[in-house]
């Protein structure tokens, strides 16, 4: 089940990116996708979620307020929103799916996820 991200960068402090979750092979409409990061030297660490059907969102304290998650059904895609950008936002970002309708926060309940895309927030 491959999922595919896109959109990362180098971005200034303050910035902005949107990151893209798609899956070229399976419909996402129905399933719980999440987003999560790892910067070099740490763990996986849970940034957000949508759950199937009912699209109810989640986030980490860290990024409350400024990244939202939301979904195209008519682009099969789950977008990653993110706005004001930190320095301790740098890191790989991952989506990843369960085939569940519903969020989880720990990684290892998902075991399809997608190669990463880097996110660099630096001046």
């Known amino acids: 089940v491959p999922l595919v991200e896109s959109g990362g960068g180098l971005v200034q402090p303050g910035g902005s ?25 740490t763990e ?16 980490a304290d860290s990024v409350k307020g400024r990244f939202t998650i939301a979904r195209d059904n ?6 990653l929103h993110m706005n004001n950008l930190k320095p301790e936002d740098t890191a790989v ?8 309708e519903f ?13 990463g895309t880097q996110v660099a927030v630096s001046s």
């Open 17 to 41: 990116l949107r990151l893209s979750c798609t899956a070229p092979e399976f419909t996402l409409e129905i399933y719980a996708i999440a987003w999560f990061r790892q910067a070099p030297g």
């Open 44 to 59: 996986r660490e849970w940034v957000s979620c949508i759950s199937g059907r009912i699209t109810s969102t989640d986030y």
């Open 74 to 79: 008519s682009k099969n895609t789950v977008y």
């Open 93 to 100: 970002y991952y989506c990843a799916t369960d085939l569940s």
């Open 103 to 115: 969020c989880s926060r720990l990684p290892f309940e998902y075991a399809h996820w997608g190669q």
